[in-house]
């Protein structure tokens, strides 16, 4: 089983101050069409991810101290993201449900659809 979150729980932890790391693996492009701003959002394109392996993500992400909640446009590549992780030991990592397209939907239709 892959350990998910819904868009409604994502809301609130963005509401809050708690330490946590959002990565969004949407190619750059997309990001013209929609971003949740937060200091707490990295971006690591899937492309990039593929080709440098677990050499791209961040300190943050590498420590497993903290929880990670992986982006994408409807939930699909960061399924995979999350999967791949798991399989690396990763155990604080956690898909968003439906990706940032989803939010936008029942969250903050602001942040734009594509």
């Given amino acids: 089983?892959?350990?998910?979150?819904?868009?409604?729980e994502l809301a609130e932890k963005l509401k809050s101050d708690e330490k946590f790391v959002l990565l969004d693996v949407r190619e750059l492009p997309e990001?013209?069409?929609a971003k949740i701003e937060d200091s707490r959002l990295?971006?690591?394109?899937?492309?990039r991810l593929a080709e440098?392996?677990?050499e791209a993500l961040s300190d943050s992400v590498t420590s497993?101290?903290?929880?990670?909640?992986i982006l994408c446009h409807h939930g699909n590549r960061s399924m995979?993201?999350?999967?791949w992780l798991m399989r690396f030991s990763y155990k604080n990592v956690f898909n968003v449900q439906g990706g940032i397209d989803a939010?936008?939907?029942q969250i903050d239709p602001?942040?734009?659809r594509y």
Avoid: D, R, W
């Fill in 1 to 8: 089983m892959i350990p998910e979150i819904t868009v409604t």
């Fill in 31 to 33: 990001f013209g069409y």
């Fill in 42 to 47: 990295e971006v690591l394109p899937l492309s």
């Fill in 52 to 54: 440098e392996g677990t």
């Fill in 64 to 69: 497993q101290t903290m929880p990670v909640y």
């Fill in 80 to 83: 995979q993201v999350t999967t």
């Fill in 103 to 105: 939010y936008a939907q």
């Fill in 110 to 112: 602001s942040i734009g």
